[in-house]
C-alpha cells in the first residue's frame, strides 16, 4: 500500500475540518472514523440544543442555515453531512485504529485498523487524532456500575415514563437529562457530589432545574456520592449516613474524558494530573514527531476548555505545519 501524507484518525468537526485543509492543499489524505460520520454528535441526546449559534460550528466556509437562534443536534447532523458531500471527502467508517507506531528507520508511522473484522496496516508520514472525547465516559469505579439499566449516555426520555430514573453529575449532561425525564413523566432524582450545580450549565437550564428541585418536582441529593448500585436501588452516602434510592434506570452523566491508552500506546506523553497530551499549542504536535491531537483530543479530563467553535479551527493549523513540512522534505 501506498504510503499517505496524512492520517486523520475521527470524522468529528476537528476532523472533517482537517480533511477539508488537506484536500485544499492537495495532500494524499484519509479519514478513518470508527463509527458514523460525526460520531459523537450522533450519539447526542435525541433532542438536544447547542449552547451555541449556527455561525460558530461551520467549517470549511460552508454557511450553516437555521431558522433557530441555537442549533439542534438533528440539524447538525444535517450540516456536516453536507459538508463531507460538498467538499467530496475521502472518509472510511466503521474503522477502528488499534495502535499507532512510528517507525525509527524510515519515521513513518504504522496504523493498525481493524475494519470488517478485518486488520490492515496504513503507513503515513503525519496522523491527526481528532477523536475527541465523548466515546469515554468518567467511570466511578463502584460496585454495580456495569448493571443492566446503568448508563454512562443519555438519549431518550420516552422509554422511562412512570419510571424511577436516578440521575448522577451536577454539569450540563445531568441537568438536561433530568429536566427532560420529568416532563416524561419519570420521577426523577438527581444526586450531585458538591453543595452547587456547576454554574456552566446553559444559561436557560440552569434556573428551570432549581426551580423544579424547589417545587419537589425533582428530587436532589447535594454532597452526595455514589457508594454502591444493585438491582432496583442507588445506594448514596451523605456525612456518614447511607441512604437507599429507588431506581428503575440510573444515569452516570460524570464527564468524558479522551482516549489515555492510545495516546500513550502511541508514545504521548500525557500530563500526569488532567491527562492531557503534552503537545506544541501552536502546532498541535505532540511529544511523538508529526503525530498531532486537534479538537477535543487535548481537553485530556477536562472537556470545557475545547468545543467545536474552536476545535474546529485546530485541523487547519495542523495541516498547514504537515504541508510545509513535506515541501521542504521533496524540495530536499
Known sequence: MSVQDVIIVGAGPAGLAAAIAAKQRQLDYAVLEKGVLVNSIYHF???MAFFTTPELLEIGGLPFVTPFEKPTRFEALRYYRRVADTAQLRIEMDVTVRAIQRQ???DLFRVEAEASGRRVIRPARAVILAIGYYDHPNLLGIPGEDLPGVSHFYHDAHPFYRK????????????????????AGASVTIVHRR????????YWVLPDLENRIKEGSIAARMEARVAEIRPGEVVIERAGTFEHLPADQVFLLTGYRTDADLLRASGVELDPCTWIPVHDPETFETSVPNLFVAGGMISGTN???????NGRFHGEKVIGVIAERLRRTVGS
Do not use: C, W
Open 45 to 47: 441526546p435525541t433532542h
Open 303 to 309: 472537556d470545557v476548555p475545547v468545543f467545536i467553535e
Open 164 to 183: 424511577r430514573v436516578v440521575v448522577v453529575g451536577g454539569a450540563n449532561s445531568a441537568a438536561e437529562a433530568a429536566l427532560d425525564l420529568h416532563r
Open 104 to 106: 525509527q528507520d524510515d
Open 195 to 202: 453543595a452547587a450545580f456547576n454554574r456552566q450549565i446553559k
